[in-house]
C-alpha cells in the first residue's frame, strides 16, 4: 500500500476522525478508507507510524495481516486486528488481555445477534463457508494472583473483575464455534477507558466493510473521535422521496418478517411440549417393550395384546397361596365360528442375554398343568423376550439365535417366539395397521414370529 506521509511529525491537526493504518491492504481498501475517513497515516509498523504522528492524535489503529509487532498498545486508541500474527490486545479490563490459543476443529460456526447495522453484510462476507476449521481461536488473558502466603509482583484483578472481564469478552463474540462457543472474532468496549477493541484473525476480505460497521457503532459513544461518522446520504434529514418510500416498504416487510418469526416460534414451542409429552407417554407405554423387564414388561405386553384383539387374563393373579406357579397371561380368541383359541404367554426381559432354553421348558411344563386343568393342550404357547437390555435396541441380536434346535423343537408344540423389539414395530404404527391381522399372524405361527404389516 502506498505510504502517505504528511511531512514531520503531526500533532494536533483537524478534522477528525484520525486512522492509521498497519501493513499492507488491497488499493481497494484503502481507497474506501479514504473516502471513510478524512485523515489517515500509513506505515509498516507502529515504530515507523510514531514517526509520522503523536500517537495520542490518532484515534484509529487498523491493523492487516502480516504485522505481527505493534509496539505497546495506547490506552487512546480503538483497535481493529486483522493480522493472525499480532501476541495479545487489551482485554475488556486493565491487565486483561485477548490473544490466539489455538485453531478451530469443528465445521459450523454461529454470527450472534449484536447491535450492528451491517450485520447482513457480515453474514454475506462468509455465506459461502461450509468450515471454520483451522481457523484462529481467541481467548482471554487474566493474570491471576499468587497462591495465598507467596509474595508476587504486578497488577491482578479481583475475583468480580475476572468474572465481569470474561463476561465482556464472552458477549463480544462476532463469530464463535457452535459447539465449543469459543470466540472466532471478538468486539468490545474497554470498561476503563470506553474504547473499542475488535480482532477478526481469519478475515481476509472486504476489511473496510468491517471498519466501518465498527466504528459506527463505536461513534455512537465516541462522538469526540468520531463526529459525524457515516454515511450523511442515510440520514432522514438528507432522504429524498423515492428512497423514503422504500426504505418504509423495507421496515413494513422486516416488521411482518418479525410477526412471522414470533407466530412460529410459538407453533414450534407448542409442537416441542407435545413432544415431550409424547416422549413421556411411550416411555412409559410402548416403549417398555424395548426397555423394561419383570412387572413393568409384562404390563405393558398384556396392553399391546389386548389392543390388538386378544382377551387377557393375568393367571398369577388367580393363583391361591401354596399353589405351584403357572404362566404370566393367557390368551383367548373366539373365531367366527364359536371356536375358542387359547395360549399361555410367559413375557421376560435380560440385560445380557437374548432369552434363555429354560423358559422354553418351563412353557412345556405350563402346558402339561394346563392340560390337568383343563383336559387338553393349549392351542399355542408363546414366549415373549426383550433381551440384551444393557445394549441399543439397533445392536441387539434375536432371541435365541444360537439355539435352533431347541427353537424347532419348541415350534413342533405349538410354540411360538416372539421378540417384543418386533412387538413394538408392528404395534407402533398401529393406526394405519390391521390389528386383526397382527392377531391371526401370532395364532397361525411357529417358531419365530416374524411380523408382516401387510395386508392380505
Known amino acids: 500500500m502506498k505510504l502517505l506521509s504528511m511531512g514531520g511529525k503531526v500533532g494536533g491537526q483537524r478534522p477528525r ?30 515504530y515507523e507510524l510514531e514517526k509520522e504522528v503523536d500517537i495520542r492524535e490518532i484515534d484509529l489503529i487498523v491493523i492487516a495481516p502480516n504485522i505481527n509487532w505493534a509496539g505497546g498498545w495506547p490506552q487512546e486508541t480503538h483497535v481493529i486486528c486483522f493480522s493472525d500474527e499480532i501476541k495479545r490486545l487489551p482485554g475488556p479490563l486493565n491487565h486483561s488481555y485477548v490473544r490466539i490459543s489455538d485453531v478451530a476443529e469443528t465445521e459450523e460456526f454461529v454470527f450472534p445477534h449484536i447491535p450492528l447495522p451491517l450485520s447482513r453484510l457480515r453474514e454475506a462476507d462468509f455465506g459461502s463457508l461450509s468450515s471454520v476449521r483451522g481457523w484462529e481461536r481467541l481467548k482471554i488473558e487474566i493474570p491471576l494472583p499468587p497462591p495465598d502466603g507467596i509474595r508476587g509482583s504486578g497488577h491482578y484483578l479481583s475475583k468480580d473483575e475476572r468474572e465481569e472481564a470474561i463476561g465482556t469478552f464472552n458477549q463480544g463474540r462476532i463469530i464463535f464455534e457452535a459447539h465449543t462457543k469459543e470466540a472466532l472474532a471478538i468486539y468490545f468496549l474497554r470498561k476503563d477507558c470506553n474504547l473499542g477493541v475488535a480482532w477478526l484473525p481469519m478475515i481476509s476480505r472486504n476489511y473496510a466493510s468491517w471498519v466501518a460497521v465498527l466504528v459506527a457503532e463505536w461513534a455512537k459513544l465516541d462522538k469526540e473521535a468520531f463526529p459525524s461518522f457515516g454515511d450523511w446520504t442515510s440520514s432522514p434529514e438528507w432522504l429524498v422521496y423515492d428512497e423514503e418510500r422504500i426504505l418504509t416498504q423495507i421496515k413494513e416487510f422486516e416488521q411482518q418478517k418479525q410477526e412471522s418469526v414470533v407466530k412460529i416460534d410459538k407453533q414450534i414451542s407448542k409442537l416441542i411440549n407435545k413432544l415431550v409429552e409424547a416422549k413421556l407417554t411411550a416411555n412409559n407405554g410402548l416403549r417398555r417393550l424395548i426397555t ?48 375358542e383359541w387359547v395360549a399361555i404367554v410367559e413375557a421376560r426381559g435380560y440385560a445380557r442375554s437374548g432369552g434363555t432354553t429354560a ?93 408382516n404389516l401387510k395386508k392380505n
Open 359 to 451: 423358559d422354553l421348558l418351563r412353557l412345556s411344563r405350563f402346558a402339561d398343568m394346563y392340560k390337568i386343568e383343563t383336559g387338553k393342550y393349549p392351542d399355542s404357547r408363546i414366549y415373549i423376550v426383550n433381551g440384551q437390555l444393557e445394549l441399543l435396541p439397533s445392536e441387539r441380536q434375536e432371541p435365541l439365535i444360537s439355539a435352533k434346535d431347541d427353537l424347532r423343537i419348541f415350534a413342533e408344540s405349538n410354540g411360538v417366539l416372539i421378540w417384543s423389539v418386533d412387538l413394538f414395530r408392528a404395534l407402533k404404527a398401529v393406526a394405519s395397521t390391521d390389528c386383526p391381522h397382527i392377531l391371526e399372524s401370532i395364532k397361525c405361527s411357529q417358531g419365530r414370529w416374524v411380523p
Open 17 to 46: 476522525p484520525r486512522v492509521a493504518l498497519l501493513g499492507n491492504f488491497p488499493e481497494s481498501d484503502v481507497r474506501h478508507f479514504e473516502n471513510m475517513f478524512p485523515t489517515i497515516w500509513a506505515a509498516e509498523n507502529q
Open 292 to 339: 423394561a423387564q419383570g412387572p413393568e414388561l409384562l404390563d405393558e405386553v398384556a396392553k399391546c395384546l389386548d389392543n390388538i384383539g386378544f382377551t387377557v387374563d393375568f393367571i398369577d393373579e388367580q393363583i391361591g397361596q401354596g399353589e405351584p406357579k403357572k404362566e404370566d397371561l393367557r390368551l383367548k380368541d373366539i373365531d367366527k365360528e364359536g371356536k
